[in-house]
């Protein structure tokens, strides 16, 4: 996941990441060691300022108790002139259109199954140019349909409502996931299977999905990693190993 997600960022571009970001803070840091050096991270208000050390949330005391200084979301979207380039999400539930549910799943809104956190700094998704979907479980229970409630909107119900709700970013690009890798149709917005990662099959990423994945043909693998990726990833960015935990 980490592979992929940092192939895709480029030089000189302004993204952020979540609370929970221990892929993406890796995802950013391998291509800032390999191929965008001027990559810069929301003021770096997310970046672990301890070489060679991951934690599980940004917001984790270890990581965040050692930074220099802290810049607000206010100042972060203040001071950027085109917004952020790109950001990582992940949610309660993923539909076949990108939509990302934070808030809850079954029941309502005000008497919900279970209770999610909701839209913290929601903004992301319209300040963003792009998001990249990447939770790390993939099954039939957070890849549904239709999502419970739409927290952050993908493509909504396709290209007619996301232009009706004037939603003109390009939204969310790659859905990357402990299977596979997915994509969204230039035509339709659906999701649909771009690649599956070793040990994977094409007929298991979609039992494990809850709506149909657009399998026609045969689908390639991911390409794996290369030695120097795995090398700096297991020598400068996560020395502790906590992406393997």
Known sequence: MVVV?????ADGEL???GAAALVPMAAIALARELH???LTVGGEMFFNPEPGRLYPSMLDDRALGRCEA??????LFGHSHHGLDFFFHSGLQH?????????HVGGTLHAPKMRGPGAANLSYCHT????????????????????????????LSGPAAKRDA??????PRLVVTPRAVMEFDKTTLRMQLKSVHGGNTPEEVQRHTGFDLAIRGEVPQTRPPTEEELRVLRERIDISGALRA
């Open 15 to 17: 993204g952020a990441a």
């Open 5 to 9: 997600l940092a192939r895709d960022l």
């Open 36 to 38: 965008a050096p001027n």
């Open 128 to 155: 963003s140019s792009r998001y990249y979907i990447c939770p790390t479980v993939h099954t039939a229970r957070n890849f549904v349909e239709t999502v419970d409630f739409i927290t952050i909107p993908g493509h």
């Open 95 to 103: 539909d076949v259109y990108g939509n990302i549910n934070l808030h």
């Open 70 to 75: 802290a810049e607000t979301f206010i100042e």
């Open 166 to 171: 004037g939603l003109v970013n390009e939204g």
